[in-house]
């Protein structure tokens, strides 16, 4: 081997090249990813958390915030974060996606954030069910949905709106929502959504309103912008599309070895490399196998059991590395038979983008011969 | 007025235009900016602050994490987090900024993490008095230099490395630098250097090594790559370069209005609009003043106080918007007679870029005219 064989292979141009904007950047210097490296710990470190806002973060008092229930409830119930505290407490630990992670990898890809594979982290939420609370606010019969609406606000394509999105009452009674005033046994951070927030447990992260202020019971469909104008999957502009739910089965690696600053590209030394990751997929359906690619051949990788309905489950894989240059890839299988496709799934607004994810490493000599330091 | 004339304004161009690669959004997606809009506050929300972070999130075990002393000390210490939580404590604000924040803004641009403007945060750090640390470690006569090495480890422009800077005794002296294992009231996150970091306020952020593991008197310069092949501020390749240290007089305002998803331009309502931000000099000069550019008109703001000799001063200025389309700018002058430029100072990284932020806003008519939603 030449002196350093990984410059010259972390000299090569990767395969994954893009042209983005100062738009697309801001975005991504705004909405943080977690860091890949965390997906090691069960439960990601505070603030590592991903972030999407579509706005401010709004800075809001919570000894005065209110939350108002308004429309067709039987109850027109305004309650203080001291009333919700004093509420039955539930602590949960929750997978988040962000429906726009991996929009990256979709080409053309579409004018928003960037996320590559990033956007997934894994928090512990503790509030109170959303759907006994609502039972307490006894929706009259000719309600057909429930709104959610949060104190951010700002425009998108030209109009002007406070964040929301609507829920039915068979959802609201299936899912485990959450209302949430804490995230890791600490107060919600503001940009995380303080002082309440729902979780809408398996869902891409958008039906998760952040800052919410208001619920409203409503006897016709909402149409409120981030429901019925994005959150949609569109093959084209034209699509009527279909309403982005569940999370997609989706698994990652821990990038194995150490990085380069810059590209990010790995490097390993030969021998054991412990590969770890984490896969989960929607509405609480447990992972059954999680594949790793290694040079072009696909093995199985050892499970964890799936102890939390609405968490991640870990994975590892023993490889002996030897020498040479590789594309690590990993996808799962959920109990319900689906399983991540090798290629990005289409998509115009690069929404639920859950292709198998692809590691570039470089294999040099065992740590033995050379020491920590080449 | 037409119907919706922040959507004719907001769908034009910017000026700040730029083409980014893969690699360089990779960066942005890893290293997370302050949310502007949290400048108001005068500590930055925990997970909010900045993140540089150049390879991979050492998770460490906090419980049997030692601290070793090295080299030419008559003391060879070696303490755990307990015996240095043991020392006198101190908890102090610091402003921190990455000496690449403002590197979108030069061009050309250097390849490297994109700042606009969000590496810059405030926190409450805790930890003991670094001087007194290394008085009691008692370096010899020989000693030139102090190094400090974290558990980060990857490779920059194909050298392998382990993150690592030094400081002269005489610096270490004047500078009020903590040893800090808490962070706003909580233990340290993973992401900003658990279980223990140092803070060396007032110079831009690359000499407050995290994740510290090894403090070693040397008897001759330290040579690591993070003090000698980058951090330099040059005019062109071959210049041998002025070591980065001391943060420029800087300042930054809210943006105000609220904002459009994807550009980021905002929208004001005509009217008092309350212009509020920050101000900060290195090693703890206050600023003398702050000014306000608004229709090609300067304008004094209103400075707070300098409570806390490291941290950041609040500004305000109250603003009487009329309608009409605006750059709105601030600059700060600290008592050294430091002022920030109006244009970019070059250098060839993109290093320590403190000129006038520019804020682009529409303000529209009287929100009593046209109702919250216009």
Redesign the interface.
Known sequence: MSK?P??VY?DKP?T???????????????N??V?L??L??DIT?????Y?L?????P?LDAENHRLKFSGSFREQLELSIDDIKALPALTMPVTMECAGNGR?GISPRS??M???Y?AVSTSEWTGTKLASLIDQACPKNDVVEISFTGAD????M?E??FFGRSLTLAQIKELDILLVYAMNG?PL????GAPLRIIVPGWYGMASVKWLTHIEALTKPYDGYQQVKTYQLKMHKDDPGIPIRNIRVKSLMV?PG???????KR?VHAGEVNLVGRAWSGCGVPIETVEVEIAGQWRTANLSEKNDRYAWQKWTYSWQAEPGVYVLRCRARDMNGNVQPLDPPWDQAGFANNAAQQVNVFVGLEKSKVG???
């Open positions: 350093n990984f410059k972390n990767t994954l090249d893009g042209i983005y904007s100062q738009a697309e950047v801001g975005l991504a210097n705004r943080s990813g860091l490296e965390t090691a710990l470190p505070t603030g590592s958390h972030l806002n579509h706005f401010d973060v800075l990256a004018h928003s960037p996320w590559v990033e606000y700002g425009y998108d030209g002007p709106h600490a951070l503001p940009q995380h990038p150490v990085p380069d600053w810059s590209t990010r490097f920590p330091l080449s």
